[in-house]
């Protein structure tokens, strides 16, 4: 049983932070053990969840001030309908990219054999496809939750192959720790999950990664720091030093020199443990590099009005959430909050709130507040472009449409 | 509060000596423990296999995820779910927890003599719960109504070039006629209007 890990604790102001023991939970990890939460003055107790759901739940019950979330999962906790709303909000992106789609060794080489363009998700989401009508009935794949990332990457992918695409698969819940004896078990044939699950998947030679969570949506944002709204409201300074103290966790994460020592960090029992040793026989180690994980690099951290709306239309395709519009998505997402603290650690952010998501294919420049500032490129598979507030700091929340469209063809920037 | 019902539980416990403890407790009151599992291992078939009233599975258990989505995979009624926790907490936490959404919420651990409660608990807040998830899926099916009936309606402005209102009239009372709702009596009308190029009055009779 996975129980709650208190760790140590000093004296200074107390905060709860929930963690599901992943790879992409380092930030909140580093910043505990290099001292970062104690030079903002935060005596931060790190709690370890089995679950994405007991984590949830912990938050909403007071237990957890908040904590380390998949990106849609804010937004699914303050605008549910289908239960009490508990207004979350989001001053930072912890870390973007690092899920795999991950297919079984035999599968895998069922698609090999088909002669598919392996590096095109449209061609392989078409053959598999077909992989199933041939047999005749439903392959299984699983997800790790339906209000997560991987689940809209997955069913995104699948939905390229065309609109009956998802009657040729049945897509199961399985958590990420069970993913790897779902394989095994046969009880699987696929599944989207985060790292280090592809890679551990791959190392015991149950499966082969056919695509990044990065071919379905470009740096897509995976994990953020949610923390409670009333939290929020009532500690406005220690949020700001609670973004500082992750951003500078961040910063050190996205530098290679350092993974040696995170690697020794995250290996400890209280955090991911040892299932990560095996990693050391693996070639890629930590970070896989078909999966583009990065913490920190081309304005990682900022919490981008647009991606949140994009996430929350699929949320809304999939009868997850009702209808979403402007003024929602900013009571969660706060570019505000995460600007204040940047600035107040000379960190440059982009002066608007959103962009065209899907427009870009390469890194490029936007107007920070004391120069150009780098922004990962964000396009989306299917060449769809998804626009929000038109690019226009300007305009206010009741004025804003949102619109989703598929171009023509998107040039680079 | 008593359970009008003995529910058959699925018990999903760790912890094999609390989890023969809440099993006892439970058998006391009169409730079934058709099966008693360590993990969620196989969860999914042996819902479907037991059709269980109630699953009751520890708050901190990894296997809580599987649990919660297994209603995106099976249509029939979700489970309960009583969560336990060994964590303190005090009344207004398990306030909050019910209120939440969560069945019941337990803090340090179970006592077999509080399973009562917490059982009528979680099945008052089900029974809430299921209310609204009727009331939501009620607001839903009439939008989809409303919808479907629009569509018949523009479809049969085209091919009888009629007005609105004739439309709607045309609708309603072939509807009557069959003593069918409109909504249903509208899909009808789509159906057979795309078929053809050239719909007729006659055809909307006929769609019944």
């Known amino acids: ?29 580093v910043a505990r053990e290099l001292g970062l939460f104690d030079a903002e003055g935060l005596d931060v107790e790190l709690v370890r969840e089995g679950s994405w759901a007991s984590l949830r739940d912990k938050v909403s019950f007071g237990l957890l001030d908040g904590g ?132 551990l998947l791959e190392y015991e030679k149950l499966g082969h990664i056919l695509h990044s969570g990065h071919q379905i949506w470009q740096n897509a944002p995976e994990k953020v720091l949610g923390m409670r709204a009333d939290w929020t409201e009532q500690h406005e300074v220690m949020h700001r030093h609670l973004l500082r103290a992750l951003l500078a966790a961040c910063q050190w994460l996205d530098n290679p020199h350092n993974h040696g020592l995170l690697r020794d960090i995250l290996a400890r029992p209280e955090y991911l443990g040892e299932q990560i040793n095996v990693l050391d026989n693996h070639p890629y180690s930590l970070f ?38 402007g003024a929602m998505v900013r009571q969660v997402v706060r570019p505000d909050l995460f600007r204040n603290a940047a600035a107040s650690m000379g960190i440059d952010a982009p002066v608007i709130d959103s962009k065209t998501e899907g427009r870009h294919q390469l890194p490029f420049t936007l107007s920070g507040r004391y120069g150009p500032v780098d922004v990962a490129s964000d396009r989306l598979l299917g060449e769809h472009l998804h626009d929000w507030l038109a690019d226009n700091p300007m305009a206010t929340p009741n004025k804003e449409a949102s619109r989703t469209k598929t171009a023509t063809k998107s040039r680079p920037q | 509060m ?65 649990l919660e989505n297994m209603s995106t995979l099976n249509t029939h009624a979700p489970r309960p779910i009583v969560f336990f926790a060994d964590q303190p907490g005090d009344r207004a936490t398990i306030h909050a927890a019910v209120k939440a959404g969560v069945s019941a919420y337990v803090v340090d651990g179970i006592q077999p003599d509080r399973v009562r409660s917490i059982i009528d608990s979680a099945v008052a807040q089900f029974e809430s719960f299921q209310a609204l998830r009727a009331e939501l899926e009620e607001t839903r099916s009439a939008l989809e109504d409303r919808k479907v009936i629009e569509k018949a309606k523009g479809l049969i402005i085209r091919h009888e070039n009629c007005d609105e209102e004739t439309a709607y009239r045309m609708l309603r009372s072939s509807a009557m006629e069959h003593s069918e709702r409109l909504a249903v009596m509208a899909g009808r009308v789509i159906k057979l209007l795309e078929r053809r190029s050239q719909g007729s009055v006659g055809a909307i009779q006929k769609a019944s």
């Open chain 1, 288 to 325: 896989h590099p078909r999966l583009h994980q990065h913490f920190f690099r081309h304005s990682a951290n900022f919490p981008w009005l647009s991606q949140a709306h994009w996430l929350a239309t699929r949320l809304t395709l999939r009868g997850q959430l009702g209808p979403v519009d």
């Open chain 2, 2 to 66: 008593n359970s009008p019902e003995p529910l058959r539980i699925l018990l999903i416990d760790k912890d094999p000596e609390r989890a023969s403890q809440v099993c006892q407790a439970l058998r006391h009151e009169g409730h079934e423990v058709i099966r008693q599992r360590p993990d969620a291992t196989g969860l999914t078939a042996a819902v479907a296999r037991d059709q269980p009233d109630m699953v009751i599975i520890d708050m901190d258990s990894p296997d809580r995820d599987t």
């Open chain 1, 1 to 29: 049983m996975v129980r709650p890990t208190p760790l140590h604790k000093h004296p200074g102001f107390n905060v709860r932070l929930g963690f599901v023991p992943l790879l992409d939970s380092a930030p909140l990890i």
């Open chain 1, 68 to 199: 380390h979330m998949l990106a849609p999962m804010p937004l699914s906790m303050s605008l549910a309908t289908d239960r009490p709303k508990v207004p979350v909000v989001v001053g930072m992106v912890l870390s973007r990219n690092g899920n795999g789609i991950t297919l079984s060794a035999r599968l895998h080489h069922e698609l090999i054999h088909s002669a598919t363009d392996l590096e095109n998700p449209i061609a392989t989401a078409r053959a598999l496809i077909r992989v199933a009508r041939g047999r005749g009935e439903p392959i299984r794949l699983a997800s790790v939750a339906p209000w997560s990332s991987h689940d809209l990457q997955l069913r995104d992918w699948l939905a390229s192959a065309g609109p009956d695409a998802e009657q040729h698969v049945q897509i199961i819940p399985v958590s990420p720790i069970q993913m790897v004896d779902a394989f095994r078990s046969n009880t699987i044939e696929g599944c989207c999950v985060g790292e280090p699950w592809n890679s």
